[in-house]
Nanobody, 114 residues
């Protein structure tokens, strides 16, 4: 089956760091544009970062300079390194890929406290 499994979320204090993982199976992440989205309570799902099939990272303005998206082809896994976390980063984080990984999974919860 084609699937993505997000992990690595948790409860952290503002200013701390987390690394999220997106483990893929069924298709290779290097053949896709892989994207991280997040959805906070009461808000629309928004794009956080993406890495193209050629390996180029692209970031949304509100995380640029703090977050890094990367890929480990040997593990077929995409990562999101999140540094200097803020309260407004609290959300469920999802990964998805175009064109092969087109279904939303359960995501991983990130909660940032003061």
């Amino acid at each position: 089956q084609v699937r993505l499994v997000e992990s690595g979320g948790g409860l952290v204090q503002a200013g701390e760091s987390l690394r999220l993982s997106c483990a893929a199976s069924g298709r290779t992440v290097s053949s896709n544009t892989m994207m991280w989205y997040r959805q906070a309570p009461g808000k629309q799902r928004e794009l956080v970062a993406r890495i193209t099939a050629s390996g180029s990272p692209i970031y949304s303005d509100f995380v640029q300079g703090r977050f890094t998206v990367s890929r480990d082809n040997a593990k077929n896994t995409v990562y999101l390194q999140m540094n200097s976390l803020k309260l407004e980063d609290t959300a469920v984080y999802y990964c998805i890929g175009y064109p092969d990984f087109a279904s939303w999974g359960q995501g991983t919860q990130v909660t940032v406290s003061s």
